[in-house]
């Protein structure tokens, strides 16, 4: 009897669905890391915003050469599409010539640092 199916040639239905099998968990484990990626790279540009807030503030201070008193300050900003909160704390120095800032940047909304800085401002003698 002559069939036209011709044996031994071909994969039969079982390894064709290990095959398959093998290939949707690559796939999952792919679209997983992907997706982890994702995130970590939001959260990165997050930090990068936020540390980005904390030295304008020391630099806002610098530029308008504002000399101000120890104590607390805070607000809201936006950068780059997402909003932020921060948080100063203005501290005085041994030398009187001189302000410690310490600036805390959270997200808006979420009690979760993002960035700290430090600088410092200074005062001219002759003020």
Do not use: C
Not at 81 to 94: D, L
């Amino acid at each position: 009897m002559n069939t036209p199916f011709k044996h031994g040639k071909g994969f039969t239905l079982l390894e064709v669905l290990v095959a398959l099998a093998i290939m949707a968990i690559a796939l999952t484990a792919a679209m997983r890391a992907i997706g982890v990626a994702s995130n970590q790279t939001e959260d990165i540009r997050n930090r990068m915003l936020a540390e980005w807030v904390a030295e304008n503030r020391i630099a806002e201070y610098r530029a308008f050469a504002r000399w101000v008193e120890p104590g607390n300050n805070n607000g809201e900003v936006e950068q780059g599409g997402v909003q932020f909160h921060y948080e100063e704390n203005i501290k005085g120095t041994s030398n009187q010539l001189f302000r410690r800032i310490d600036v805390t940047v959270t997200k808006a909304g979420d009690s979760s640092r993002l960035a700290s800085v430090t600088g410092f401002i200074s005062r001219q003698a002759n003020q």
